[in-house]
């Protein structure tokens, strides 16, 4: 160390205290602060500061030391420990250089550090290898890096994010790696690189460069060496020696050569006769050139006329409408464009004159590139005018295929509609056959079976059940009648309001009194809510008809022990007569409220008739709105409430003698009569009876009726039990419960019940073993030929559609029995193999099961084999085989197929040694574990069994 004032020198060593301090070597840079305390950078050591003075014997004390070690935040040590510059401004910051760490700044009173590095971005550093710093007189940090030289505003390095300005070989410099930094006394600034020196004037950033050629040691310097004297000259080192000299002895060159540009190719040819073109500095006169689309690429080459230094010339430019930046090629004179979108071009050049003296920007070339016709406005114009001639041709087009759809849906919506009404007059009229139907039967049939006993003695009770049938109805098929022309009148508006001034408390009073016996039949509770002495104006015929229609929906929904309220109220202030009908055991749901007020609506497909015609609720709803009332329908819980109200007009008191009191019409009498008194015994009760006579042998034959319906059912035991011991059950599913315990000889069921229908009764019995083959008659009101089909399918022998006559039915029960008989030997092994000889059927129905066994054996190996087949071998329709078959051998197609193949496998098994695997294949079984088990219900064995029983003599009993 150097003390100038002692002119002494000391070694580290022997510095006082020195010993204390951390171990440190490698410093490259060393800066005094203003307190005279000095900032080391070190490769490898970080940064110190350490201060020192003279001690009374005249030596040199270490008063101070502090080392910063770089950590990984950052904030408390530079970006690393290798630092090659220090820079200190007038301010509390002290710059550091480190190698490929960035540049770091440490604010010296707040004892913090803070980092900035290479984004990529503008306004960063050019680089994060940072070589060199230098503070020059206008308080500018200049920082050289190894890929260029940055400059820091006073004002920038005081924002928290500062912008560097950028200089790199693209401005001008010869080489992008800063070793050194100094400034002149003119304020220029001096760089040393790997490529000679360079001279940057910051006023208008040109820059001057200076090679070996020019006198330099070498054009490589070295860092950090550079050092300014106090005579100003400066001083570079390189690895060669070193250079000095005072820069105000350097003179520029001011003037601008002129530029000369040759080798003109323009889409790669050349200019006739080698044409080359000469552009002064101050010239306004530039050349014009048009290059065709498909050419458009061009290329030349251009020096400075400089005949000094024209090596050392530099050359920019820039393609005016394409280039966003200067090029800077350099000393390398050379210019290539490729690819030219089709626009009309300024090159700009700019050179210099060897010595940093630059031009200002000159217009060489005037360059038109020419786009394809195809791609030019006036074909533009032309495709606009073509498009638009287009576009209105597919508007018209779409326009007209618009109409014509529009009309086509419209008439197939008219035709839809047409449909539609069609087919709800069809189904109207379909509906209103099957309302009138069921009381046809009992009309009928009681009429027919009175008929046949007038000339025979029989009790007089019994007569006059069967005139109560008919009676009650023909006053049920009235009533329909008359609903159907004045709910059609209702619709069509023809139907008028006509009101009397009537009693009403007597009026719904009679009316409600009716159905008493109906609850206490089933044996449910019936609350009537009905104010006393309330009289008005109202229309007594279309208010009858609303509550009676309202107080039979509810009865009829509301199961046996359930609840039934009836409930008016009257306010005199609104003159409205509220009116609810409601019931519990409710199974809607929410959702299919609004539709209980259309025609023939079933919510529920188990839901049966007792009092409705199918059109009460639509009609009832249209009666109300005759009336001017409105009706609501809602859930609570399981009760749904009918809500109804009318506006009425009540008179004085003095008016009371003119009211009109009235009893509920005849004709709901007669419908509600039966239910005056127990006239029928109940189900449990006559099949007491039944099966004592049946045990008394009364008749050999026992009949199983399963019928909703109280009056049809008493109907159909009236006119068998003469011939047969006759059992009953109301539904399905007590029919099924009888059917536990009991074998009748045939069964007949109505299709539409309650709880189990017909259609799964019927599929419950032929399913079971046990009952599959008793004789099985439907009776429906539903009789098309798909209903029929749908019956046939599941198992039923014979389907009577509503209303039949007693002798039909009667001798369909007694050939079903007789069929039975022979059922039992039709499909035995002998009858098979004989071709049915010895079965006791008509020759037509043997040539009919002959080719029915013929076809199956033709297809017996086809696991695909089924009705259809039969259907086309026979050539019949699928419910004259369904019905045939059934008739003749008690069998479904494919129950016939089954046993075929099954009397074929047994008598493979008996008579070949094919295995098991092999005959159930061969006879069109695809399952094994299915084989085995029908082949036991037959035979009572497994196939190994009865082979080995067949091989020993034994016998094997079948079941057919």
């Known amino acids: 160390v150097y003390h100038q004032k002692t002119k002494k020198l000391f070694k580290w060593a022997d510095i006082e205290g020195i010993s204390k301090v951390s ?14 305390s000095v900032w080391l950078g070190t490769s490898g050591y970080g940064l110190l500061h350490l201060k020192l003075k003279i001690t009374e014997n005249q030596n040199l004390q270490l008063i101070s030391f502090k080392q910063y070690l770089s950590s990984e935040n950052e904030l408390t040590g530079p970006a690393n420990d290798i630092i090659y510059a220090l820079a200190k401004g007038k301010d509390s910051k002290l710059w550091i250089a480190c190698r490929y760490g960035g540049l770091s700044t440490f604010d010296t009173k707040k004892q913090t550090f803070k980092t900035y590095k290479a984004l990529g971005t503008k306004g960063s550093l050019s680089h994060s290898d940072v070589l060199s710093l230098y503070y020059d007189s206008k308080d500018r940090l200049w920082i050289g890096t190894s890929f260029g030289l940055n400059m820091l505003s006073a004002k920038e390095s005081k924002t928290s994010n500062p912008n560097f300005t950028n200089f790199t070989t693209d401005n001008g410099l010869p080489n992008n790696t800063i070793h050194a930094i100094q400034e002149d006394e003119s304020g220029k600034i001096w760089l040393s690189t790997n490529r000679g020196l360079a001279k940057l004037n910051p006023t208008n950033n040109a820059i001057a460069n200076y090679l070996e050629s020019d006198g330099l040691q070498s054009n490589e310097f070295s860092d950090g060496a550079v050092y300014k004297a106090a005579n100003h000259t400066l001083i570079f080192g390189g690895i060669y020696g070193f250079n000095f000299f005072n820069p105000k002895f350097i003179t520029g060159n001011v003037k601008q050569p002129n530029l000369f540009i040759y080798d003109l190719q323009f889409g790669g040819k050349a200019l006739q006769n080698n044409q080359f073109l000469i552009v002064n500095a101050e010239s306004k006169q530039f050349h014009t050139y048009e290059i065709e689309r498909k050419n458009n690429f061009f290329q030349f080459s251009f020096n400075a006329l400089n005949y000094f230094n024209a090596s050392k010339s530099e050359f920019a430019y820039k393609l005016k409408g394409l280039d966003r930046a200067w090029r800077f090629s350099g000393s390398d004179g050379k210019i290539s464009y490729y690819n030219i979108p089709p626009v009309n071009y300024d090159l700009l050049v700019r050179w210099s004159n060897g010595e940093g003296v630059w031009t200002t920007d000159v217009i060489a070339l005037h360059i038109d590139v020419k786009q394809y016709f195809w791609l030019t406005i006036p074909a533009y114009i032309c495709y606009f005018i073509l498009a638009a001639v287009a576009v209105y041709a597919f508007h018209l087009y779409r326009k007209n295929k618009l109409e014509m759809k529009f009309r086509l849906e419209r008439e197939t919506l008219f035709r839809q509609k047409d449909d539609e009404i069609h087919s709800q007059r069809i189904n109207f009229f379909t509906n209103i056959a099957h309302e009138i139907q069921t009381p046809l039967t009992l009309i009928l049939g009681s009429v027919e079976h009175f008929m046949q006993k007038q000339n025979e003695p029989s009790p007089v009770a019994e007569k006059n059940n069967f005139l109560s049938l008919v009676h009650q109805h023909t006053a049920r098929l009235t009533y329909l009648v008359q609903q159907l022309l004045e709910f059609r009148k209702a619709e069509a508006g023809y139907v008028k309001r006509n009101d009397d001034y009537m009693d009403i408390s007597k009026l719904l009073n009679g009316l409600t009194q009716l159905f008493v016996p109906v609850a206490e039949k089933n044996n449910q509770t019936f609350v009537r809510e009905i104010p006393a002495d309330m009289a008005s104006f109202i229309d007594k015929d279309k208010y009858e008809k609303i509550l009676f229609n309202l107080l039979s929906n509810a009865f009829k929904y509301a199961d046996k022990n359930e609840s039934i309220l009836f409930k008016v109220n009257f306010d005199s202030e609104t003159q409205t007569l509220q009116t ?14 609004e539709k209980l007020f259309t025609e023939f609506h079933v919510a529920d497909d188990n839901q049966f008739e007792k009092f409705s015609t199918g059109i009460g609720l639509a009609f009832t709803k249209e009666l109300i709105n005759i009336l001017d009332g409105d009706i609501k329908v809602y859930l609570k819980k399981d009760w749904i409430y009918f809500d109804f109200a009318l506006p009425i007009n009540s008179l004085n008191d003095d008016k009371k003698e003119e009211v009109i009191t009235s009893t509920p019409s005849y004709l709901f009498e007669s419908i509600l009569k039966p239910y005056e008194k127990d006239e029928v015994d109940s189900v449990v009760a006559a099949n007491k009876n039944t099966l004592i006579e049946d045990l008394q042998e009364k008749n050999e034959q026992s009949v199983l009726i399963v019928e909703d319906d109280v009056a049809l059912r008493f109907l159909l035991k009236n006119i068998l039990k003469d011939q047969y011991n006759v059992y009953e059950a109301e539904n399905g599913q007590t029919g099924l419960a009888f059917l536990k315990n009991h074998s009748p000889d045939i069964i007949i069921s109505d299709v539409m019940m309650p709880d189990m229908d017909g259609l799964a009764f019927c599929k419950h019995v032929k399913s079971a073993p046990a009952t599959s083959n008793i004789p099985f008659i439907l009776l429906t009101a539903r009789g098309s030929d798909e209903h029929k089909t749908e019956g046939y399918e599941i198992g039923a022998d014979a389907y009577i559609p509503k209303p039949f006559h007693i002798n039909y039915l009667k001798v369909r029960i007694k050939k079903l029995l007789e069929y039975r008989k022979r059922m039992d030997n039709l499909i035995k092994d002998g009858n098979i193999n004989n071709h049915f000889v010895n079965v006791d059927l008509e020759q037509s129905d043997k040539e009919f099961l002959n080719a029915l066994v013929k076809a199956v054996e033709q297809n017996l190996a086809e696991s695909d084999l089924d009705a259809s087949t039969l259907e086309n071998a026979l050539f019949i329709s699928k419910m004259q085989l369904y019905r045939k078959l059934k008739t003749l051998a008690g069998m479904t197609p494919s129950e016939f197929i089954k046993r075929i193949r099954l009397k074929h ?21 695809n399952n094994k574990s299915y084989f085995f088990r029908e082949f036991k219900k037959i035979y009572h064995v497994a196939p190994n069994e009865y082979r080995l029983k067949q091989h020993d003599g034994g016998e094997t009993s079948e079941i057919l």
């Open 905 to 925: 496998a047994a008598m493979l098994l008996q008579n070949s040694k094919l295995t098991v695997s092999e005959i159930f294949y061969r006879t069109g079984f």
């Open 580 to 593: 609810i009908v409601a019931n519990s055991g409710c199974k809607l749901q929410a959702d299919e409220l």
């Open 23 to 36: 171990h440190f070597k490698s410093v490259y840079a060393i800066v005094q602060d203003a307190d005279s």
